[in-house]
């Protein structure tokens, strides 16, 4: 298991094959939750405060708040968009 420094960083290839599967659930979720007239911010609120309550009960609270200080330069360099930049 990877320390929560490590997360979202590892190159392991199984690694990598369980985030695809991972990813392939939740947009599912979301799939599901569009059909049935849910908005897709509410969606996507929801399973921010669903990944953060399960970071938090596995790396605990000061190591999750570490990782999300990160976030705003990550999402900034477009780590988390499937689109290229302009």
């Known amino acids: 298991?990877?320390?929560?420094?490590?997360?979202g960083q590892?190159?392991?290839s199984l690694y990598a094959d369980q985030r695809r599967a991972a990813y392939s659930y939740v947009s599912e979720a979301f799939a599901e939750g569009?059909?049935?007239?849910?908005?897709?911010?509410?969606?996507a609120h929801a399973a921010l405060f669903a990944a953060f309550v399960e970071l938090v009960m596995t790396y605990?609270?000061?190591?999750v708040a570490k990782f999300a200080?990160?976030?705003?330069?990550?999402?900034k360099a477009g780590e988390y968009s499937l689109t290229t930049k302009n």
């Not at 298991?1 to 997360?7: A, E, G, P, R, Y």
């Not at 605990?60 to 190591?63: K, L, P, R, T």
């Open 1 to 7: 298991m990877q320390t929560i420094d490590q997360l």
């Open 10 to 12: 590892s190159n392991d």
């Open 34 to 43: 569009r059909y049935d007239g849910i908005d897709g911010d509410c969606l």
């Open 60 to 63: 605990g609270e000061d190591a």
């Open 69 to 75: 200080e990160r976030l705003p330069e990550r999402i």
